[in-house]
């Protein structure tokens, strides 16, 4: 799933997302159960509401979450996404990962996705790519690779990582780091 969607086609979303499902070709009869896969990726994504909307009347969010269930009804093994929470607000956000953590979990697939926002990252990755200087600079368990010694190194901020009254690891940004600091 690209970055940036692009949705212009004058097709609401159910369509869209009818028409992903068929882009693997069989013809353009639909089936019972793939009119079930339709109905239960928009009721996985929460935008059951919006299928009679058209394309380009939805907002940037939505039309992401709109691409993001043209992936899933396809029922895709392996799963690349580009910054897939970027247009969305925090409730969506934390909804569309839960919903695809959820499909991972419940599919078997692999998910591989790219984010900035690393309490997301700690939030719902199990296995993290610390990427940057045109090279892999780690990868393994996320909580070994986001230390604050590998943030800093990363994006040039100090850093805690600490756990929250439920026990989950959020990163917790001090300050630029004084070799990244710019002269005022």
């Given at each position: 799933?690209?970055?940036?969607?692009?949705?212009?086609?004058?097709?609401?979303?159910?369509e869209?997302?009818?028409?992903?499902?068929?882009?693997?070709g069989?013809?353009?009869?639909?089936?019972?159960?793939?009119?079930?896969?339709?109905?239960?990726?928009?009721?996985?994504?929460?935008?059951?509401?919006?299928a009679?909307?058209?394309?380009?009347?939805?907002?940037g969010?939505?039309?992401?979450?709109?691409?993001i269930a043209?992936?899933?009804?396809?029922?895709?093994?392996?799963?690349?996404?580009?910054?897939?929470?970027?247009?969305?607000?925090?409730?969506?956000?934390y909804?569309?990962?839960?919903?695809?953590?959820?499909?991972?979990?419940?599919?078997g697939?692999?998910?591989?996705?790219?984010l900035?926002?690393?309490?997301?990252?700690m939030?719902?990755?199990?296995?993290?790519?610390?990427?940057g200087?045109?090279s892999?600079l780690?990868?393994?368990?996320?909580?070994?690779?986001?230390?604050?010694?590998?943030?800093?190194?990363?994006?040039?901020?100090?850093?805690?990582?600490?756990?929250?009254?439920?026990?989950?690891?959020?990163?917790?940004?001090?300050?630029p780091?004084?070799?990244?600091?710019?002269?005022?």
């Amino acid at each position: 799933m690209p970055q940036d969607t692009g949705m212009n086609a004058a097709l609401t979303v159910y369509e869209s997302i009818i028409l992903a499902l068929k882009q693997g070709g069989g013809g353009w009869r639909l089936s019972a159960s793939e009119l079930t896969a339709v109905n239960d990726v928009l009721a996985r994504l929460g935008i059951t509401a919006l299928a009679e909307r058209q394309l380009p009347e939805l907002s940037g969010g939505q039309r992401q979450v709109v691409s993001i269930a043209q992936t899933l009804v396809t029922r895709p093994r392996v799963i690349l996404m580009d910054e897939p929470t970027s247009a969305l607000d925090l409730y969506r956000q934390y909804e569309v990962l839960e919903a695809l953590q959820s499909y991972a979990a419940e599919s078997g697939a692999v998910m591989i996705l790219a984010l900035h926002d690393l309490n997301q990252v700690m939030r719902c990755s199990t296995t993290t790519i610390a990427l940057g200087e045109g090279s892999i600079l780690a990868t393994g368990p996320t909580l070994e690779i986001l230390t604050p010694a590998m943030i800093r190194r990363l994006y040039g901020i100090n850093s805690r990582v600490e756990r929250c009254s439920r026990g989950c690891a959020m990163m917790i940004v001090d300050g630029p780091a004084e070799s990244k600091r710019v002269a005022v």
